[in-house]
């Protein structure tokens, strides 16, 4: 399997990419990375996929980790979000592309899903929800992103409680590469994001919701009601959390690939 990560001219602006690419690819795969995430979230799971045969993209979003810190005043909406994964589609020359977002990632699957229906074979929403939620508990840290360097908030908030984490590193140099507008402009789509879910609903495209078992993030009761208004396959995956790509890469990477076969 070749890796390839590259920066990606979208929208006038570089995104951080890498393209697990298989000998013999069967099906083309597009992964979005949920809130403060990055396209590291996906290492295990794509390398996983890409030798089940599949060729997978991963990539920062817009602001985040190794991605352009954008002057465009428009770049952070969530239209301008869809857009970057609708272009990095077309960019690597992906047809009938199965896409999965994470978290907040589902968010912005929604939009590109709605820009470009006839791209996508399926759509995959792993630990999300169906919009924005007013009630988010607001942490301290993000109270001062637009006044404060990331690097600060980190050593103030952050630093101690994560230090015997397994991935402290890029969950430290993430955050503090990625621009502060960003993440205060993603945190407030993540209060009032409306949804789209009906709309997607009438496009008819292939639907999976997944979440691990034990996810504290999205209400469960969200998540299940929204694979019902998709008439969406529903998996719960035992022993996983808010990220069961990280949790148990493989039993994610399987049930993926399992829902993927299935149509």
Known sequence: MKITAVNTAIQGENLATVLFEPTTPIADVLLVHGFTGSKEDFTEVAELLGKGGYRVLTFDNRGQYESAHSKR?????????G???VELAHHFGFKNAHILGHSFGGLIVQQAVIQAPDLWRSMTLMCSGPGGQADWIRPPAFDNLLTQSMESIWFEHFDEERKNHPRYEIHKR????SDGISTA???DHL???PTLIS????????AH????????????VLQNQMAKDLSAQLTVLPGCGHCPNEDNPQLNADALASFWRSI
């Open 209 to 220: 919701v997944i979440y691990g078992e034990n996810d504290d993030a999205w209400p469960l």
């Open 191 to 193: 209060n009032n994001q």
């Open 185 to 187: 402009t993603y945190r």
């Open 199 to 206: 709309e997607i609903a009438k496009l008819g495209i292939p």
């Open 174 to 177: 993430r955050w503090i590469a």
């Open 73 to 81: 005043s428009d770049a952070y909406a969530m239209e301008s979000l």
């Open 83 to 85: 857009k970057d994964v």
